[in-house]
């Protein structure tokens, strides 16, 4: 396997639908978007959390300026 490019946790946005998955974001130290597909927001309670939606759709339309 050949690595193209690397990037730092700190650099990186995860899109997850599960708290652990947070949790897993915010151990590696990197940054979540929640997709509230199966949870809803106030399951989630972590500080690496910068947005929520309840699909890839809204995230485009509504969030997109986050990550810009």
Do not use: Y
Not at 1 to 22: H, Q
């Amino acid at each position: 396997m050949r690595i193209i490019a690397w990037r730092s946790p700190e650099s990186c946005l995860v899109f997850e639908d599960a708290p652990k998955g947070v949790d897993a974001a915010a151990n590696a130290g990197m940054d979540c978007f929640v997709l509230t597909t199966m949870h809803r927001e106030e399951e989630f309670g972590q500080s690496n959390i910068i947005g929520f939606a309840p699909d890839f759709t809204d995230f485009t339309k509504e969030a997109a300026n986050i990550c810009s």
